[in-house]
């Protein structure tokens, strides 16, 4: 790459903005010019692990942008102040990585498509499942045509909740008290299990049906007494080709980085010629064709520079002027967009619905 790209993070309601952080700090040619959250407190984290100047810490967003002029801004908020946060910064002409999920509704989705098309900048959103070998492996072996057309797409996602660690996965205990005041527990901040990791399955799932969107959707959700939000959800998606199915978990028995929960955490995959299952974490993915039915493992490919990480694969897109494509495209994501919303809309009303907007 010619230049240093200068790249700030603001907004640091998601514990994901360390991990983001971190690949900026290990990327060859960008530089953190600047972090902002409204809370101090909670930048402390970040400013120790990567050795960042008092006076490149801030505050207040609008200094931050008018002091660094960064290239790219990585944008971390509550779910609900996606579309917010994306309007505020956009004016700035900086492109904008927004950590997922999408955005809490659709009506925001295409909120923050505009600003960014206005500004003449790009607009991603990173789903962390996409750095995944395994799952990058499946997309391969799709367009190899090894289990020719996809039919169905299953998937279970979760973990044992979204206060259970902190940036880099580091564990902790939280505990019923600090759930009810976590934006995470909170309808009004787009809490809930069903927005945090439905958009996963659906996205990577549009991404495999080759960005294909359902006829109509069915969901049904289960919130612990005490709680005001969801911890699980099931949604089905009727397709032309057959029924796919979404699964969502707060509360597995163990988190996935570290041991796998029963349901597996990942995806299963039936085409018109076989047959592919891959789980995170996973070093093979199994697979079953017509040539051989037996199911048998392949390795899963290797993730290179500038390809392995969102960080790396943005800048290069950005520098080469090539596009954003996949589960990172605001193409795709709206598909996502569109099945999250109605099956949130379908759990609300408790029977199906055709696919919204």
């Not at 993070?9 to 959250?37: S, W």
């Not at 909670?42 to 942008?65: H, S, W």
């Not at 499946?138 to 973990?159: K, P, Q, Y």
Request: aromatic fraction near 8%; charged fraction near 25%; hydrophobic fraction near 35%.
């Amino acid at each position: 790459m010619s230049k240093t790209w200068k790249i700030a993070g603001i907004n640091f309601d998601h514990m994901h903005m360390g991990d983001l952080l971190r690949k900026v700090h290990e990327h060859p040619t960008a530089e953190i010019v600047g972090i902002c959250d409204e809370t101090p407190a909670r930048m402390q984290g970040t400013i120790k692990n990567f050795g960042i100047p008092a006076d490149r810490v801030f505050t207040d967003y609008r200094e931050c942008l008018e002091k660094t002029k960064p290239d790219l801004v990585l944008l971390c908020p509550a779910t609900a102040e996606h579309a917010l946060w994306t309007e505020r910064v956009a004016p700035y002409g900086v492109h904008v990585l927004v950590e997922k999920p999408f955005a809490a509704s659709l009506k925001d989705a295409d909120a923050m498509i505009t600003a960014l098309e206005k500004a003449g900048r790009r607009l991603v959103i990173n789903w962390p499942l996409r750095w995944y070998p395994p799952y990058v492996t499946i997309r391969r072996l799709l367009d190899e045509g090894r289990i020719g057309e996809v039919i169905e797409v299953h998937t279970s996602g979760g973990n044992r909740g979204p206060l259970f660690h902190r940036a880099d996965k580091v564990p902790c205990e939280p505990t019923l008290e600090e759930k009810q005041s976590a934006w995470w527990y909170k309808k009004s901040a787009g809490g809930g299990s069903l927005l945090d990791y439905l958009g996963y399955g659906v996205t990577l799932g549009t991404w495999y049906h080759d960005n294909r969107a359902p006829i109509d959707v069915t969901c049904m959700t289960w919130a612990p007494e005490g709680l005001e939000v969801d911890e699980q959800s099931i949604t089905i998606a009727r397709y032309q080709t057959g029924l796919s199915s979404f699964q969502t978990r707060w509360g597995t028995f163990t988190d996935p980085w570290i041991t796998q929960p029963q349901p597996k955490c990942g995806f299963v995959i039936k085409g018109t010629a076989g047959t592919i299952a891959a789980y995170d974490y996973d070093d093979f993915i199994s697979l079953q064709t017509k040539e051989k039915e037996e199911i048998h493992r392949l390795p899963v490919d290797q993730l290179e520079f500038p390809h392995a990480d969102p960080i790396s694969h943005v800048l290069h897109a950005i520098e080469t002027d090539t596009p954003i494509e996949g589960p990172l495209s605001p193409k795709v994501c709206r598909i996502g967009q569109q099945i999250v919303d109605t099956a949130a809309e379908s759990a609300r009303q408790g029977r199906t619905l055709p696919l919204l907007g």
